[in-house]
């Protein structure tokens, strides 16, 4: 299933927040978007998961969702969005529960999905008892138990310290390898933008349009964090939103 | 390593010769950094509470036994603890207790629920809050003993108005509690329900009201404590059984002793009340950090 972005603006009250974008997200390929903060990211992702509706423009779904998705369009929170007051197990089985699968299907979902995820032994414990890493992979198992079509990934490493974004950044990589799942990334980290785009889209500041899509042929699985491309690839990124970033950061935020 | 431990040996040699010339002198550069942290960190001492008691009920004794305060005041506590022990024996205790707790515990059992769920309601649906938040807002400040005529008018002079009276002043205080907990839920839950698809009950019923119940706890402290108050006004008022009544018939004779006796069970009540809510709220609040 591939989605379609299809010229969508938006605007709150008189502030106008994106301006006509076009965006193809074809399946099985990890689409970035990059931009400045305010730029508007977060809410282009929240458009293309229905969590919002746009002042103009449309997101088209194009063919069917595979066989068993139970959620197509499954989002990744920066905050992870556990609830405190369920295990593992259950925060995952919370997304499960209103499908009526019986109890043992669920089960083996929740199974399945915790040993993708390297947290088979953490089944019961509470997210209070987890590292901040720990909490985005169970956020990213559940988002897997409901064998999502599109995962729409908002900002998922910001809220970590940067040893634990790496080594969570492998493993997306790890998983994308093995699942070649079709995901939307959000974020402003340039480095992360680079490892794991298929295709890199680089917003403008306020409104938000697209600057530029950068296309990187080398699979994910092969790209090295010394890599020389995509240094240079990530060089030349910065330039393009150095100016931006600059004068995004001198606006004043509107009351 | 080696050369390290050389280097600070070096330097200590050099401030013994330094301060060799100036002999008691605390030396010029060697003072610790005083410790300034620390905030206003509380942390529980389990002992000075007991202590207190005891030491006040002690001075108290010895203030009446010595005559230093009039037994027109106070009455002693060793005679207080007669008291007690005769409540007991003569089986008076039960026969007031057992009234008074079935009236709190009905009261405020269907005051507490019936605040949970006009709070609930008001927290989710905004035709709901729009109505009553005014009508709460107006119950609220009325001192609800003013109203035992009334309620005595309505339910009759026997338990019905005492329950009535008891569960509207724990109502409004937890339609507050509750509704503000509600507000309260971290919206980014809520956002992940939905996005996830789930069904508007199962929103309701697995990420609001679970999330409410910190704040339903703290209103329920409030509530039950209003509760006490109100189960003795409403049997001083009229009732011949239960502590309220006890206590009311015990100053009017001046009998202090047991006065204090009624009291103190009160205050134990309070006491018992707030523990066991304590128990329950760490079982229900495990997962709180």
Same mark, same amino acid.
């Given at each position: ?21 076009? *965006?193809?997200?074809?399946?099985? +390929? ?20 229905? *969590? ?20 197509? *369009? ?5 905050d992870f969005a556990l609830l405190p007051w369920r295990t593992v197990a259950g925060n995952i089985a919370l997304v499960?529960e209103d499908?009526? !699968?019986?109890?043992?299907? +669920? =089960? ?5 999905? *915790? #040993? ?8 019961d414990a509470l997210p209070k008892q987890l590292?901040?890493?720990?909490k985005?992979?169970v ?23 940067? +040893? ?5 950044? @492998?493993? !997306? ?29 680089? !917003? ?16 994910? =699985? ?8 995509? #240094? ?16 995004? =950061?001198?606006? !004043?935020? @509107?009351? | ?44 001492? /389990? ?19 010595? $005559? /230093? ?36 515990a009905?009261?405020s059992a269907m005051g507490c629920l019936a605040g949970v769920i006009i709070g609930v309601m008001i927290g989710l649906f905004?035709?709901v809050r729009? $109505?009553l938040v005014?009508?709460v ?14 309620? %005595? ?17 724990t109502f409004t205080p937890m339609v507050v509690a509750t509704y503000g907990a509600v507000d309260n839920v971290d919206r980014t839950l809520i956002r992940m329900g939905q996005?996830f698809?789930l069904s508007w009950a199962s929103i309701v019923r697995k990420i609001v009201l679970p999330g409410a119940m910190p704040g339903i706890f703290s209103g329920l402290r409030v509530s039950l404590a209003i509760g %006490? ?30 006065? /204090? ?11 018992v009340v707030n523990f066991v809510l304590g128990l329950i709220e760490d079982r229900v609040l495990r997962w709180r950090s």
């Open positions: 299933m591939d989605l379609r972005v299809d010229a969508l603006s938006h605007r709150y009250g008189n502030l106008e927040v994106l301006s006509d974008i076009s *965006l193809d997200i074809p399946a099985g +390929q990890v689409v970035s978007i990059i931009g400045p903060s305010g730029c508007g990211k977060s809410t282009l992702l929240r458009f293309i998961g229905g *969590l919002e509706r746009p002042s103009e423009g449309q997101i088209i779904q194009r063919g069917q969702p595979p066989e068993g998705s139970l959620n197509p *369009l499954t989002y990744v929170f920066q499960l499908h009526g !699968l019986g109890s043992a299907r +669920q =089960d083996e979902i929740i199974t399945n999905v *915790l #040993a993708r995820t390297k947290l088979s032994e953490f089944r590292s901040g890493g720990m985005q992979r956020a990213i198992a559940r988002a897997l138990a409901v064998n999502p079509a599109v995962m729409l990934m908002d900002e998922p490493l910001s809220a970590l310290d940067s +040893q634990t974004r790496e080594l969570l950044m @492998d493993d !997306l990589i790890d998983l994308w390898a093995r699942e070649r799942f079709t995901a939307v990334y959000v974020t402003h980290n340039l480095a992360e933008a680079v490892r794991l785009g298929h295709q890199i889209v680089v !917003l403008s500041r306020r409104p938000g349009k697209i600057r530029e899509i950068i296309t990187i042929e080398t699979p994910l =699985d092969a790209r090295r964090r010394s890599d020389p491309e995509l #240094a240079s690839i990530e060089e030349r990124l910065w330039s393009v939103m150095r100016d931006e970033a600059q004068a995004a =950061d001198l606006e !004043l935020v @509107d009351g | 390593m080696a050369d390290t431990t050389h280097h600070s040996l070096g330097a200590q040699t050099e401030r013994t010769a330094a301060g060799a010339d100036k002999p008691h002198s605390a030396g010029e550069a060697n003072t610790t950094v005083r410790y300034r942290g620390g905030g206003f960190r509380t942390h529980s001492i /389990f002992w000075v509470g007991p202590v207190v008691f005891v030491v006040l009920i002690a001075v108290w004794e010895w203030g009446t036994q010595t $005559g /230093f305060i009039s037994n027109l005041t106070l009455p002693k506590p060793s005679d207080v603890l007669g008291t007690f022990g005769e409540l007991w024996r003569t089986g008076t205790l039960f026969e007031h207790l057992i009234p008074s707790l079935t009236r709190f009905v009261g905004s035709h729009a $109505g005014p009508v807002a107006a119950i609220f400040p009325i001192p609800k003993i003013a109203l035992l005529p009334l309620f %005595i008018i309505w339910f009759g002079i026997g338990e019905g108005s005492k329950y009535a009276l008891i569960a509207l002043g996005s698809s %006490i108050i109100l189960l003795v006004a409403a049997e001083m008022l009229g009732a011949r059984r239960g502590i309220g009544a006890y206590i009311l018939e015990a100053g009017s004779l001046y009998d202090l002793e047991r006065l /204090f006796a009624g009291v103190i069970i009160l205050s134990a009540l309070g006491v």
